[in-house]
């Protein structure tokens, strides 16, 4: 079966940098939530999106920005990248509340 | 690759009684840690308990517990005294004790949403 999909798998940018992670959520899935997972932290919701309109917001910096496209895919956009922002990035897709499925992640890494 | 299997979608509880909450999960790894999440409403993650795979006595926090049977590979989490604040979705989740390359050593189940019954 088809499952999240996130890409890139691993990204490396510099301080100021900016960066655009990739979620494809599970066919016919309507809700995608995007979460922050620093080291040895537990996940923080960051932002989510139901049938391409934001739904929910968490913990999200104003120099970060999402949406969800006409395909249902989602993207995050990250600006002016900081050390701190080093983390993992992982999101997860649902169909009315149920049957979360996540992504394996996209470890972004800030020098 | 790890699985989690989390087989109840939904769950309903009487205030005060007590409910359990089945996980079981796939893996050819010894060495693991075990945790179920709590997410309410605000969508946050928040830790309801851990188990390290290599301790064989069941990790307990306060009214939180778990049945941990390795050979199984089975994680349930038990909640006594419900309160109407443990209405939520639970997630259980897998983290090998390996790190790979890119760290992703998370996996997660499809969650249970519990509901509470005053």
């Known amino acids: 079966a088809a499952g999240v999909i996130q890409s890139p798998r691993h990204l490396i940018k510099e301080k100021r940098e900016t960066a655009t992670l990739k979620c494809y959520p599970i066919?016919?899935?309507?809700?995608v939530y995007w979460y922050q997972q620093g080291p040895g932290q537990d996940p923080q919701f960051l932002i989510s999106?139901?049938?391409?309109?934001?739904?929910d917001k968490g913990s999200i910096p104003d120099r970060f920005s999402a949406q969800q496209f006409s395909d249902y895919h989602s993207e995050l956009n990250m600006s002016s990248l900081e050390l701190g922002d080093s983390a993992l990035y992982f999101c997860?897709?649902?169909?009315?509340?149920?049957?979360?499925?996540f992504g394996s992640g996209t470890r972004l890494t800030v020098v | 690759a790890q699985t989690v299997t989390q087989s109840q979608p939904e769950m309903s509880v009487q205030e005060a009684e007590t409910v359990t909450l089945s996980c079981t999960y796939d893996?050819?790894?010894?060495?693991?840690?075990l945790f179920w999440y709590k997410q309410p409403p605000s969508r946050q993650m928040i830790l309801v308990i851990r188990?390290?795979?290599?301790?064989?006595q069941n990790a307990t926090e306060n009214r939180f517990s778990v049945n941990f049977q390795k050979a199984a590979k089975s994680f349930s989490l038990k909640i006594s005294d419900s309160q109407l604040g443990d209405a939520a979705m639970y997630f259980c989740?897998?983290?090998?004790?390996?790190?790979?390359?890119?760290?992703?050593?998370?996996?997660f189940g499809p969650g249970t949403r519990l509901s509470v019954l005053p």
């Open positions: 997860a897709s649902s169909f009315r509340g149920a049957g979360y499925t």
């Open positions: 066919p016919r899935h309507d809700t």
């Open positions: 999106f139901y049938e391409k309109m934001q739904s």
């Open positions: 893996t050819s790894e010894s060495d693991y840690y």
């Open positions: 188990q390290e795979a290599y301790k064989q």
């Open positions: 989740a897998y983290r090998s004790a390996f790190v790979d390359n890119y760290g992703q050593n998370f996996v």
